[in-house]
């Protein structure tokens, strides 16, 4: 009937080989390099250093928590690491839903007098502290 005198000729798509195995190469680097990990330094406004985020962008170009995230005391010294994965970073500070590790103290000395950054991180992760930290004695504090 209507069936038999129709016909139907689609042109199908010729390429070689080569050509999309340069465009899968291509699509594959570009995607590395758009994901991959970078490290982001957020700093004081006398220009010392006071974050350290380990971070890499999500599909949407937004950057997210991938490893661990080290802060830093005026003097230079690691006062607190933690693993984050997954929280967004915003205007200098990781927020959001996420993965996050208890935090970990290095052995440091903590500023004397203790600023109001380091008391609140401090309180934060519930560090149990006092009106004698161990700065006044210049011993090393750390907390596990």
């Known amino acids: 009937m209507f069936w038999k005198g129709l016909t139907i000729r ?5 390429f070689r080989l080569s050509t999309l195995l340069v465009a899968v190469a291509l699509v594959a680097a570009g995607l ?3 994901l ?6 957020i700093r004081r406004d006398d220009g010392t250093l006071a974050a350290r985020f380990r971070v890499q962008r999500d599909w949407r170009g937004r950057f997210v928590g991938c ?7 005026p003097d230079g010294q690691c006062f607190r690491r ?5 929280a967004l970073l915003v205007n ?3 927020l959001g839903p996420g993965r996050y ?7 440091h000395y903590p500023p004397d007098p203790p600023s109001a950054e380091y008391v609140g991180w401090l309180r934060q992760d519930n560090v149990p ?5 161990p700065s006044a004695a210049g011993e090393q504090f750390s907390y596990p």
């Open 92 to 94: 200098g500070t990781l």
């Open 67 to 73: 490893g661990t995230q080290s802060w830093f005391l």
């Open 36 to 41: 991959r990990p970078l490290d982001v330094e």
């Open 10 to 14: 689609l042109r199908p798509w010729h």
């Open 32 to 34: 590395a390099w758009w």
């Open 129 to 133: 502290i006092s009106t004698d930290l």
């Open 82 to 86: 933690q693993d984050i994965e997954g």
């Open 101 to 107: 590790a208890n935090p970990v103290y290095p052995a």
